[in-house]
Structures are given as structure tokens and as C-alpha cells.
């Protein structure tokens, strides 16, 4: 390609101002026929603002759509005519977003939708009523109404879109700790791997199957973060806001501790990161997966790690296929138990 590079921009927050239609215009018009000399009124009534939807399809990956095309709006309704003829309801406009998202009033910084299954359609904004129109307005003391009213504006707002990636685990580390190697290797998943910091600029999510149980659990590889992400430092909250929904937590820490690092100090900066950003982070079940076991030092690192971790700890290996197993069946788990917990209070 001539040398030319090119990069993948995954939007996951836009702002959008979004508009319903407004009401067609009621009609004032009387009859006017051969035999009717004194015709009555007829004007007809204005046809109904479309409608805004926000319904989430896990075919859309992102907001790119929205980036480029920040202002939708609904059709307007029809004004009603002569005859008694109705205007015709405005088209309404169905925007599809990713599973995930949430719509906030950027005006308020409330969340006014989300939008968390495939299909889940939600009424964002309403269109305008129709005007009425002049036959609305006869009665016995009024044989010839010249009232009728315009149509209603439809609603209107300036939003924010925010993509909160939904997956069962949330995969955390620091850049290079080989999450995405993971991700790769026990799930369907394929992420870009490379021995470099930050190969994943976007969360990608994996499907961990287990056939026997009947059961799957979601896998989302979430950017490397550094310390001080609470801070929006590095990828920073733009990345840290995808953990939010997942159910369970699993930190990745390097054991053989590459450049000069230190396990246990990886683990505590991780999860203070995430205390600070949301304390209800630091809430979630978590497990901890001890990376590298096939480098040298990292037999050495892990019996010092074990002393200090008080997380279910499982070392692995993405190289040897070591400690897979144990692992996967951890998080199986750790994720149906908490499914049990969410039904068990839904009831």
C-alpha cells in the first residue's frame, strides 16, 4: 500500500443533538361544491412529528456513524387539506446503536436512556401533535369555524452517546501483561497481539465456551492502563468506563515482573485505579491470573506474590497453555454465581 498506514479510530462517545418531527399544520378550508352553495367546513387535521428510537444491535461495533453525522431528525408530519383529508403521520427515525449504550442530556449530565440488549428499543423523543384543523371546531352555534391551530414542535436535545461495553469478565492488566494473548487463546476472539505497549486501542470482547455445562462467558480485553487512569492519564477514563458492567474482574498481573516491574505493586496500583475511578469497582469479585510462568524469574516472584495477594490466584502461562484449565473453570464460576445473585433479586 505504498507505505501508507492506516489506523482503526473506535468512537465510543459522541456528541449528538437529536430532533422529533413537528406536527403538520391543521388546514381551514370549507367545502365549495354545485349543490352546496353554503358548504360547511372541512379542513382536515395535521398529521403526527415522527418519532427518535435508540434500539441496540450487536451488529453495530461503535458510534461512527454518529461521529460524522451528529444531527438527526425525524420527518415532520403532513398538514391536513381540504375534504376532510388528514395529514400523514411523519416518518419516525430508528437509530441504532451498540449494546451498551447510554444516552446523557448534555445540558444535565443525567442519563435519560440505555440501552443494554440486543433489540432493546427505547422512545427517546416524541413528535409534535398535529394542528387541528377548522371542522374540528363546528358546533350548533358555530356553522362556520374559521379556528384552526398549527402543528406542535417535536422534542429536541443535545446528547452525549457513551458505549459501556457489556461482558461477563473484564479483562485488566497493565500494557504488555499479555491480555490479549489470552483473549486469543481461550476464547474466539482475536485481538492484536505484539510485544509492544498498548496493541489494544479499543475493547474487544471473546466468547469462552463451555460446551458440557451448556453455558458461555464474555471476555472483554480492556485497553492497558497505567497509573493514575482515575485521572484520565494515559487511555484513562475512556477506557475505564467499560468495566463498569462487567460482572466479574480478572487482573492479569506480569510475574516475571519485565522491565524492572513489580507484581505485587502492579496489583495494588490496579486496584486502586479502579477504587478511584468507581468505588463500586473495587466491590466486584475478582481473580487474579499470575502471567509468565514459563519466564525465569517468575517461580521466584510468584512465591512472594502468594503472600500478599488475597485474591483467588491462578498462575498461567500463554506460551505453555499452562493453568488454562483451572482458570477457565474459575471464572465459570465466579460469573454464575453472581447470574444466581442477580435472578435471586430480581425476584
Not at 394542528?131 to 356553522?143: A, E, H, I, L, Y
Request: overall charge negative; aromatic content about 8%.
Amino acid at each position: 500500500m505504498s507505505g501508507r498506514q492506516w489506523c482503526c479510530v473506535f468512537y465510543d462517545e459522541v456528541k449528538v443533538s437529536f430532533s422529533a418531527g413537528k406536527g403538520g399544520d391543521g388546514c381551514f378550508s370549507f367545502r365549495r361544491a354545485k349543490y352546496e352553495p353554503k358548504g360547511g367546513p372541512d379542513g382536515g387535521n395535521g398529521g403526527r412529528g415522527g418519532d427518535v428510537h435508540i434500539i441496540a444491535d450487536e451488529n453495530v461495533a461503535d458510534l461512527t456513524a454518529y461521529y460524522f453525522k451528529p444531527g438527526w431528525k425525524a420527518r415532520n408530519g403532513e398538514p391536513g387539506r381540504g375534504a376532510n383529508q388528514y395529514g400523514a403521520k411523519g416518518a419516525d427515525i430508528e437509530l441504532k446503536v451498540p449494546v451498551g449504550t447510554v444516552v446523557i442530556d448534555r445540558e444535565t449530565e443525567a442519563v435519560v436512556a440505555e440501552v443494554t440488549e440486543h433489540g432493546e428499543q427505547v422512545l427517546l423523543l416524541e413528535g409534535g401533535e398535529g394542528g387541528k384543523g377548522n371542522t374540528v371546531f363546528k358546533s350548533s352555534t358555530n356553522q362556520a369555524p374559521r379556528e384552526y391551530t398549527l402543528g406542535n414542535a417535536g422534542g429536541a436535545g443535545d446528547y452525549r452517546l457513551v458505549v459501556k461495553t457489556i461482558a461477563d469478565v473484564g479483562l485488566i492488566g497493565f500494557p504488555n501483561a499479555g491480555k490479549s494473548t489470552l483473549l486469543n487463546m481461550i476464547t474466539n476472539a482475536h485481538p492484536k497481539t505484539g510485544a509492544y505497549p498498548f496493541t489494544t486501542l479499543f475493547p474487544t470482547v471473546g466468547v469462552l465456551d463451555f460446551p458440557e455445562e451448556y453455558e458461555r462467558v464474555t471476555v472483554a480485553d480492556i485497553p492497558g492502563l497505567v497509573e493514575g487512569a482515575s485521572d484520565n492519564r494515559g487511555l484513562g477514563h475512556r477506557f475505564l468506563k467499560h468495566v463498569e458492567r462487567c460482572k466479574v474482574l480478572l487482573i492479569m498481573v506480569d510475574m516475571q515482573g519485565t522491565d524492572d516491574r513489580e507484581p505485587i505493586g502492579d496489583l495494588r496500583v490496579l486496584q486502586n485505579e479502579l477504587k478511584l475511578y468507581k468505588a463500586a469497582l473495587s466491590r466486584k469479585p475478582l481473580l487474579v491470573a499470575a502471567n509468565k510462568m514459563d519466564e525465569p524469574d517468575a517461580p521466584k516472584n510468584l512465591k512472594l506474590f502468594e503472600k500478599k495477594c488475597k485474591h483467588p490466584l491462578y498462575p498461567i502461562s500463554c506460551v505453555s497453555d499452562e493453568g488454562f484449565d483451572a482458570l477457565k473453570a474459575a471464572l465459570l464460576e465466579a460469573v454464575l454465581k453472581v447470574r444466581a445473585e442477580e435472578s435471586s433479586g430480581a425476584e
